[in-house]
């Protein structure tokens, strides 16, 4: 017996006992529907008409648990093809960000290959260079020679979190390093090292003082995190190896353009942090913006002129431009904005969530706060809802979310901890930050890497070999051949 699907190179072949999947053009059989289906996009490059095209844009938190769980909900399922897109090869667990700034984690412990979590989904390594709603059309670039591709999609999901807003400020933007990716946080510990290294052979006062003073601009988590990470990485390595160095000239700060820091905690936690910063010997400056910046200043809106050679920005984010360039309803900062059901405003086949995403809480009117955490509640209501969208099973679910606890790490063995209503701060905190973050890192052996990490780093001293530049060989000139096995093929085989 054989049953025609719509496509006519493929059939049914009742075979003994059992039916085979049986592709016409080829004449070959498979046990399998799913590897016909594979072996028809692979091979003859096209798609079953049923199938419906899910693709995801971002592989950060919002994506990649997406992923993860409509990867379980269509486990079996042949009529859904997932894709997932993103810039990086890796998911990066940016809370531990500040603890490979200074060393005390390896980069590579924070990162998780992006195809270990694609069971059944293809993963592109590119940049995401336009979307259009209206033709449902993504175009990316791919990182190796640039070229630009187009992906079709039924269902979009866009969570191309956020990227540093420097608001305009050329200056700052030339003379500062930011705390976003992978990268940031390597230069910055390099960095930091390097100006330990030069401040221990001058014996200019002045000069070491310059090279001795870290300003980080951005009262929140990042901001925060980071000062207190580099305050205990720069202090402990100055007085163990760096004889030269007078401690009295280093100088930690932190600006805040608000009257206080971590505007996400109550007021009374925020004093809490504060005061236990300057305990470590961080200035913090509040109610006051960074307006300029050069290789050896950075220039305060109260006219005040810090002599230093780092500075650091955390100081605001916004959405990718391509985000911002959508023909749909923007919020603050350009963000998409969505219905109670995380559905893009007039395109219910496309969902946002995360931090590109302005999704208003029902109870309070304001937008929920782009944390990692509200990233992954969000991820749980877009795969039911897009599960009931394609099914037309069951009801949408609304997204609500009230956290339950907010923490933030403030230096050596010291964190902040909002929760249940109690206010904490010090070691029981933070041994409650770090159990809570390791949990949360999506591949056991990352767990065990960072737990092993962390013990080390109690036990022995922080290693402060700088690692220098690193050369990148670009491949834009590659000639790539057709019908031959190419490096296209090879790294893009469906394109
Ligand atoms: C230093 C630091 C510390 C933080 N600490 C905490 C914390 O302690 N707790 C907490 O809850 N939150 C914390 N956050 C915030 C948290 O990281 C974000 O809220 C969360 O990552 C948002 O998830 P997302 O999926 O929206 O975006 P992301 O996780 O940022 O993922 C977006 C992904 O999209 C990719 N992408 C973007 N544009 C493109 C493009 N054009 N093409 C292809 N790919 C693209 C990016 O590379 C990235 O992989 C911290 C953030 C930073 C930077």
Known sequence: MYVVYAQTMVFLRKKGKSY??????????????????????????????????????????????????????????????????????FFLFTPMLP???????????????????????????AVVSSIDLEQKLVTISRQFDGKVHALEYDYLILSMGSITNFFGNKNIEKHSFTIKTIEDAIGIRNHSINMLENAGQTSDPDLQQKLMTFTVVGGGFAGVETIGELNHLIRESAARMYPNINPEKINMILVS???????????????KAMRSLKNQGIQVITKTKAVDADEDYVLLDTDEKIPCTTLIWAGGVTVDPVIAGLKCEHGKSGKVQVDKYLRLI????????????????????????????????QSHTV??????????????????????????TIGKRNAIVAIFGYNLQGVIPWLIWRTYYVLQMPSLGKKI??????????????????YGQIKKKNLTKVDIKENVVTLKELLFPDL
């Open 20 to 89: 085979m999947h049986h592709c016409k053009k080829c004449d070959v059989e498979f046990r399998k529907k799913s590897t016909l289906e594979q072996h028809i996009q692979y091979i003859h490059k096209s798609d079953f008409p049923s199938v419906k095209k899910i693709l995801i844009l971002g592989g950060g938190f919002g994506g990649v648990n997406v992923l993860r769980e409509i990867q379980n909900i269509f486990q079996n399922k042949v009529n859904v093809d997932i894709s997932i897109v993103n810039q990086d090869n």
């Open 346 to 377: 007039g395109y219910p086949n496309v969902f946002a969530l995360g931090d590109c995403a302005e999704i208003i809480d029902s109870t309070t009117r304001k937008p929920y706060p782009p944390t990692a955490q509200h990233a992954i509640h």
């Open 257 to 271: 353009s608000k009257n206080g820091i971590l505007p996400e905690v109550s007021k009374s936690l925020s004093e």
């Open 99 to 125: 603890e490979v700034a200074s060393g005390m984690i390896h980069p590579r412990d924070i990162s998780i290959p992006i195809r270990t979590f694609c069971k059944r989904a293809k993963f592109y390594q």
């Open 449 to 466: 890497k960072v737990i092993l990490d962390w013990t080390v780093d109690s036990f022995f001293k922080r290693d402060l070999t700088s």
């Open 383 to 408: 795969s039911q809802n897009l599960k009931v969208t394609l099914t037309g099973k069951d009801k949408m679910n609304q997204f609500s979310f009230h956290s339950k606890g907010m923490m933030a």
